[in-house]
């Protein structure tokens, strides 16, 4: 930034150089704004020098060397009274505004886009890429965004053109109706049609976005992980393996929680809509998908009955019939099985039911 004082307290020059990259408006900073009559003005190439009079917009000049007289003072010099011959200082404030390019301006999707896709049905799409801005109307940038502050930098607007940016991004993607499979293909064109959308709206604030590009869009970390397990599958082309790949990995790590919820239906999704591609359901099963036999019964409990101060068996519930059939095995004969904490009567074990379909012994004489 550069000043060049001659004659005292007077302006002769008044220029700006900048090296910071991102300062968008500076304002000649002098007290009391006054500027000598007379004095020499550079505006150098990719700027313009805005001169504010008494709060109101008098003049914006491009690139050059201009004298400031009233012949190319044309709106100033009906602002101010000149007195004295034209050779009195005037008070006036100078902003500089930088008119090239804002470059690689970051742009995103904070929360992700609720969208219709054609094969997957509702999804969830994140975005984000770059943009480059510049001032297309220092004037009216002057007075709608910057108003009287000294120096603005590229920070103080990006967050308001990164909104506008969702804004219509969100609206164009929810009515585009391109698959999400085929967006990669169609970033350029989609990132055409948000510039024609944005380009009204940033040049209410005298702005213009020459470049706009979409870097990635992408889906919810799942369902990624769904979609990239059916193009394994994909690779592979057997049902049968993809669906017992899926049912393993979904016993090894049983989901739980939203994600999970959405992963979950887009694979049953997926995986109903292979099977039908790959034939009808109603075919009989192979010898390798025939169900297997089912395992054999388990044991009965096995018992030890006490007999002449000694222990026998084991006998099973069956044995143990036939001995209470025969009269071996009494209400009151000891028994015990595993798991008992020790020897009980039968009839307070659940060997009771065998003895209720016992006769009882017949009358003497019969």
């Given at each position: 930034m550069v000043f060049d004082f001659l004659k005292g307290e007077f302006i002769d020059v008044i220029s700006?150089?900048?090296?910071?990259?991102?300062?968008?408006?500076?304002?000649?900073?002098?007290?009391?704004?006054?500027i000598k009559y007379g004095a020499k003005l550079t505006v150098r190439e990719g700027q313009a020098a805005v001169f504010i009079h008494e709060g109101q917009l008098a003049d914006v000049f491009g690139p050059g060397l201009y004298q400031l007289e009233t012949n190319n003072l044309p709106i100033l010099t009906t602002l101010q009274h000149w007195d004295h011959g034209f050779k009195s200082p005037f008070q006036s404030e100078?902003?500089?505004?930088?008119?090239t390019r804002f470059n690689d301006l970051k742009w995103g999707t904070k929360n992700p886009i609720m969208a219709r896709d054609p094969e997957f049905g509702p999804v969830r799409l994140?975005?984000?890429g770059t943009y480059s801005m510049r001032?297309?109307?220092?004037?009216?940038?002057?007075?709608?965004?910057?108003?009287?502050?000294?120096?603005?930098?590229a920070d103080e607007i990006s967050f308001q053109i990164r909104n506008i940016i969702v804004q219509e991004f969100s609206r164009t993607i929810a009515s585009a109706g391109i698959p999400v499979l085929d967006m990669a293909a169609n970033t350029q064109d989609l990132g055409k049609i948000i510039t024609d959308a944005i380009?009204?709206?940033?040049?209410?604030?005298?702005?213009?976005?020459?470049?706009?590009?979409?870097?990635n869009v992408s889906?919810?970390?799942?369902?990624?992980?769904?979609?990239?397990?059916?193009?394994?599958?994909?690779?592979a082309g057997d049902l049968n393996k993809y669906m017992q790949f899926n049912a393993a990995e979904s016993l090894a790590n049983p989901a739980t929680g939203a994600g999970a919820t959405l992963g979950a239906g887009m694979a049953a999704g997926i995986g109903l809509g292979m099977a039908q591609n790959a034939g009808p359901w109603g075919a009989a099963p192979t010898a390798a998908q025939a169900p297997a036999a089912p395992p054999?019964?388990?044991a009965g409990r096995q018992w030890h009955i006490a007999a002449n101060g000694a222990s026998t068996g084991p006998f099973t519930d069956a044995d143990l019939a036939g001995l209470v059939a025969s009269g071996k095995l009494a209400s009151g004969t000891l028994v015990w099985a595993a798991g008992m904490e020790g020897w009980k009567p039968a009839s307070d074990t659940e060997l009771s039911r065998l003895f209720?379909?016992?006769p009882p012994p017949l009358p003497p004489g019969a």
């Open positions: 700006w150089t900048d090296d910071t990259r991102d300062t968008m408006v500076w304002r000649f900073e002098r007290r009391g704004n006054a100078v902003y500089f505004v930088n008119t994140r975005a984000y001032v297309s109307d220092p004037a009216k940038f002057m007075l709608e965004i910057v108003g009287t502050d000294g120096e603005f930098t380009g009204p709206r940033v040049a209410e604030y005298g702005l213009s976005l020459p470049e706009f590009y979409i870097e889906l919810p970390e799942e369902v990624e992980k769904v979609l990239d397990k059916r193009t394994s599958m994909g690779i054999p019964l388990p209720g379909s016992v």
